[in-house]
Nanobody, 126 residues
């Protein structure tokens, strides 16, 4: 079992920055690929960024490429999403998720993730 707790969301003006964090429980953090997803009101959940268990591979959605950066700190069992130049369309609930793949260089923005956090709200005002 992996428990995920997001934090760091809030209200920010367009053009501003936020960093959301996802703290994980247990001693197996390094075994899991991690992903950040978001869901805006009335829209389907979408993959934002992911990072493989080895941190060798990342993937980022085109809509946030160049603005968002994912990273992980194995000493803190935490994954981060640094969000810069935020836009009103980035508003939504941001969720982190964890999945164990056989290969340490794999992550996915679309595949099934077994474990999910409760989400943190990010609101970008224009």
């Amino acid at each position: 079992q992996v428990q995920l707790v997001e934090s760091g969301g809030g209200l920010v003006q367009a053009g501003g920055s936020l960093r959301v964090s996802c703290a994980t429980s247990g001693r197996t953090f390094s075994s899991y690929a991690m992903g950040w997803f978001r869901q805006a009101p009335g829209k389907e959940r979408e993959g934002v960024s992911c990072i493989s268990s080895s941190a060798r591979t990342t993937d980022t959605a085109d809509s946030v490429k160049g603005r968002f950066t994912i990273s992980r700190d194995k000493t803190k069992n935490t994954v981060y999403l640094q969000m810069n130049d935020l836009k009103p369309e980035d508003t939504g609930v941001y969720y982190c998720a964890a999945e164990s793949y056989a290969h340490s260089a794999i992550c996915s923005l679309t595949d099934y993730y077994a474990y999910w956090g409760q989400g943190t709200q990010v609101t970008v005002s224009s």
